[in-house]
């Protein structure tokens, strides 16, 4: 995952390297940066341990209100990459191209 966040700070630097203090300043702020897509907690695990070569595990789904939480959350929250597209003019790869990276 280190790595993943190297090449995109690399890439940030690289669109401000004339000022990158300016850069900072106007487009500061929390980004959502682990790739362009989204899945569900379920899918999210399934694909690890596909890609781990796990096949004997068997993963279920489960709805929200199978889980009790102190927080309201609500029913289709995936993490938006747009802000960071719309602030440095980047478009992130897939979650999964991402995620096998840091399983290696």
Not at 10 to 17: E, F, H, K, L, R
């Amino acid at each position: 995952w280190a790595r993943a966040l190297a090449e995109i700070t690399a890439n940030i630097i690289a669109v401000g390297i004339k000022d990158i203090r300016l850069l900072f300043k106007e487009r500061c702020g929390i980004y959502h940066c682990a790739g362009s897509g989204y899945c569900s907690r379920y899918e999210w695990a399934r694909f690890i341990l596909e890609y781990s070569g796990i096949r004997n595990v068997n993963v279920l789904p489960a709805k929200s209100n199978d889980f009790v939480v102190l927080a309201y959350r609500p029913y289709f929250s995936v993490l938006d990459i747009n802000k960071f597209k719309n602030s440095f003019g980047l478009v992130l790869p897939d979650w999964k191209i991402k995620l096998k990276l840091s399983l290696l």
